[in-house]
């Protein structure tokens, strides 16, 4: 929780875009949600990674938070492991096999960003980065 509260004060700080939390959205309220005058700009859900299977519903969940209109989201994974890129292997191959998944696009700033499609329309894409936080062991 502490994580997520420190990302978005730091881009409420370093942003000039609308930042909040926990907004209410299709099914639930996601943990970052930007908008700029005319909706929705990005949106993401944090979470700690705990296998594959933990993975796949964090990325269920994140694409049952968007509607037809939203385009650009992202899976924040906070990563304890030693081996993350590991970690990174196994949330892709997880991409790779979800009956929305598309094609990989290039990535941005490192961070690998997967097409998926909205759900019941096959040409409406929805680009999903997967941003890996490695955290140190306490």
């Not at 959205?25 to 949600?33: E, L, N, S, V």
């Not at 994140?62 to 990563?79: E, S």
């Not at 030693?82 to 292997?89: G, M, P, S």
Request: net charge positive; with cysteine; hydrophobic share 40%.
């Amino acid at each position: 929780e502490m994580t997520r509260t420190e990302q978005v004060f730091h881009n409420r700080i370093n942003s000039k875009r609308n930042i909040i939390s926990n907004i209410g959205k299709k099914k639930g309220k996601t943990d970052i949600f930007i908008w700029h005058d005319k909706g929705a700009v990005f949106i993401a859900e944090c979470k700690f990674w705990k296998g594959s299977k933990a993975f796949r519903e964090a990325l269920d969940q994140l694409l049952g938070y968007l509607v037809w209109r939203d385009t650009k989201a992202a899976l924040i994974l906070y990563v304890r492991e030693k081996n993350v890129t590991d970690v990174v292997e196994k949330a892709d191959e997880v991409f790779k096999t979800h009956p929305r998944y598309k094609r990989r696009e290039a990535d941005v700033a490192t961070f690998p960003v997967y097409a998926l499609h909205h759900d019941g329309d096959p040409n409406r894409e929805i680009k999903i980065a997967l941003v890996t936080v490695p955290l140190p062991e306490k």
